[in-house]
């Protein structure tokens, strides 16, 4: 696009990117077989992700200070040695 970023990866079969007012992926699009949709902050920071494939449900993940949660139950923490 005009800043420079990828709209489209043949190599991934990424058919197309599309960007917020930040420059940062707001959705892709896989060919046929789905899409990944990230909603942010008013600071750019990732707070979700919705991962959509065809004939699969949908998977949502959210980010919550340093905790990622898979369809709402708890996958990973922050701890001083790192994730758990």
């Known amino acids: ?4 970023n990828l709209i489209t990866d043949k190599n991934k079969n990424i058919t197309a990117i599309t960007y917020n007012h930040l420059n940062l992926p707001k959705k ?4 046929t077989t789905g899409t990944i949709e990230y909603i942010y ?7 979700q992700k919705i991962v959509t494939e065809t004939a699969k ?3 949502t993940t959210d980010y919550l200070g340093g905790f990622q949660y898979k369809d709402n139950i708890l996958e ?3 701890t001083a040695e790192g994730y758990v």
């Open 57 to 59: 449900p949908i998977v």
């Open 28 to 31: 892709i699009t896989f060919g």
């Open 41 to 47: 902050n008013a600071t750019g920071q990732k707070v």
């Open 1 to 4: 696009d005009a800043n420079g």
């Open 76 to 78: 990973f923490f922050p």
